[in-house]
């Protein structure tokens, strides 16, 4: 190579490692006018640069492929210059061409081509890189923004002053899973990409949404947005098929937290620990799919987080007593039955269910409590009938984690059986709203206490959306009518319309039917009218301690009205 053309190369190598190293202002046209003159020295015809993120999608051809320079003279390969890039394992390679008409290079040429192109790989190399560590980093596996995604641009926000005027929401897909079996993993991926785009369009294009983790998401937005949000959140009718044929209705439990004017950022944890609490809070259908953040929820968080950390200790203690509620025959006055129910005693105060039972049921805790209840009531029947009174079938409640299990039946029985109680005594009963669960693992559930004379009834029968196949689908005893379908002289019409043809369709299906919740001589009227003859409510009693249930067992008769007694 003589002086000019090897002043020329060191000129060009030069202008090139500048260009690579100036992190500050890297000139990309500048780096394409560079191999273009790389490519003119060396008389090459054609340059490709491939990557690829792994060794296994270099070997599918699973990569990205660009041709770097093309002035069309033709195809002759001349070299492969290759990289792996360790740890990621990543792999840059580029291909050079020269035309069949051209000079072959020297070796002092090819000598300085290969430093040229090595130095250049290794530059692209790590740029390559940094983008796969961003994408590791800021998306998740599906492509979506993950949180740290999220974080970085409410760091950003926060510098620009855009934070305030904007809320932040964090969002579950309700009942996902089941969709996701319904309609298959593929058509799942499709109906989340085109709910959230319903959403990204609500939000004018000026909002962000990133996923926390499986079907939970976070979004911010403006203020102004939050409400055409909110619509499609609250419900929404997303297609999955090319043609839009077929659609689900997708709805989501919602945290919200609205960014005060005087809020002073902190770190993003903040705020995404504020939205996170709400959302927890949204999951539980108790206090409602929309929940927003204010200081309150700390206080009941803290309340919360006391019910759990006091359980134990409650248990071994025996805090926690069983109050009976008699069901009575409206005919006769006798009772006929008793629900159990659990009252927390701390001293002279009574914690209501209310208070504790939707925190235990956020985890397992539920079920160890009503073991612990099922053990108290067997006990009670025991000594009962060892002191000859009159013994009446006791239902006790059961919670939906039961059936996260894949046979609770056989510690049931086991306490049961432990404290010798003929099964025809104890019936359970589980609510209507345990639907959201597979019909399969609470058929079997049914089934197995039922071949066991358990009896098994179904709660506040009416409440939930499958109501009718529920009765048709699981082999129940009893049923219990809510008192929302009890009629009272406020809701009479409708309402004891529909009153009376369950009766009657319970009855028809041979199932014992039971009206809760009532309190009025009306309703009883309303209950003799339609043949429906146990009532269980206030009007007899209220939820009785043991020693005064047992005071009743012995022949006890609830007065009844002259227009009912026989």
């Known amino acids: 190579m003589d002086s000019k053309r090897e002043q020329t190369y060191n000129i060009l ?43 296994s999608a270099e070997k599918d051809g699973r990569g990205e492929i660009m041709i770097d320079y093309d002035d069309g003279r033709g195809e002759g390969k001349i070299a492969v210059f290759r990289r792996t890039v360790t740890p990621s394992k990543t792999v840059i390679k580029s291909t050079l061409y ?27 190399s790590r740029n390559r890189l940094q983008s796969v560590v961003e994408k590791l980093a800021f998306y998740d596996e599906f492509g979506y923004p993950n949180i740290n995604y999220f974080s970085r641009e409410l760091e950003m926000m926060n510098e620009k002053g855009e934070l305030h005027g904007h809320t932040v929401i964090q969002f579950n897909l309700r009942h996902f899973a089941l969709i996701n079996k319904e309609v298959g993993r593929a058509a799942g991926d499709i109906i989340i990409r085109n709910y959230l785009n319903a959403i990204k369009e609500r939000m004018g294009g000026t909002g962000l949404i990133c996923r926390v983790g499986g079907d939970n998401f976070a979004a911010v937005m403006k203020n102004e947005c939050l409400e055409n949000v909110l619509r499609i959140l609250a419900g ?22 609205t960014i005060p004017d005087d809020y002073v950022f902190e770190r993003p944890g903040d705020i995404l620990n504020k939205v996170y609490i709400a959302a927890q809070d949204a999951r539980y259908e108790f206090k409602g799919p929309v929940i927003y953040y204010n200081e309150s929820i700390i206080f009941e968080k803290e309340r919360q987080s006391n019910v759990r950390r006091y359980f134990a200790d409650a248990l071994k203690n025996n805090e926690f007593k069983s109050f009976y509620q008699p069901k009575v025959d409206i005919l006769t006055g006798k009772i006929v039955g008793a629900e159990a129910l659990c009252r927390w005693m701390i001293g002279e105060k009574t914690v209501l269910p209310s208070d504790f039972i939707p925190i235990l049921e956020q985890n397992t805790d539920i079920c160890t409590l009503d073991f612990y209840m099922l053990d108290r009531v067997c006990k009670d029947i025991r000594r009962w009938l060892d002191q000859g009174r009159n013994i009446v079938r006791v239902s006790v409640n059961l919670s939906r984690k039961h059936l996260f299990d894949f046979d609770p039946t056989e510690h049931l029985l086991k306490i ?151």
């Not at 000139?27 to 054609?46: A, G």
């Not at 693992?441 to 196949?469: H, M, P, Q, W």
């Not at 009893?478 to 009153?499: Q, S």
């Open 13 to 55: 190598f030069a202008r090139m490692i500048d260009s690579m190293t100036d992190l500050n202002d890297f000139d990309r046209e500048e780096f394409i006018w560079l191999l273009y003159e790389i490519c003119r020295f060396f008389d090459l015809s054609k340059g490709v640069t491939e990557f690829y993120d792994s060794l």
């Open 98 to 124: 020269k035309s069949a008409d051209s000079e072959n290079l020297t070796d002092d040429e090819y000598r300085k081509l290969d430093l040229m192109l090595k130095a250049m790989l290794s530059f692209i």
């Open 416 to 566: 049961i059986d432990e404290n010798r109680v003929p099964h025809r005594y104890i019936e359970f009963e589980l609510t209507e709203t345990m639907t959201d669960v597979k019909f399969g693992d609470l058929k079997r559930i049914t089934s197995t206490l039922r071949d066991k004379d358990i009896s098994v009834a179904v709660d506040d029968f009416g409440i939930g959306y499958s109501s009718l196949n529920l009765i048709r689908e699981i082999p129940w005893d009893v049923l219990k009518i809510d008192r929302a379908f009890v009629p009272t002289e406020e809701n009479y019409g409708v309402t004891e319309l529909m009153f009376r043809y369950v009766v009657a369709m319970a009855q028809a299906m041979g199932l014992e039917c039971i009206a809760e919740g009532v309190e009025t001589e009306k309703q009883l009227e309303i209950l003799m009218d339609n043949n429906c003859r146990i009532a269980q409510g206030f009007f007899f009693d209220k939820p009785l301690s043991v020693d005064e249930f047992e005071a009743k067992l012995n022949g006890f008769t609830y007065k009844v009205p002259g227009f009912i007694a026989m």
């Open 236 to 257: 929404f009718p997303v297609s999955y098929t090319p043609d839009g044929d077929k659609s689900i209705f997708i709805s989501a439990s919602v945290g919200i937290f």
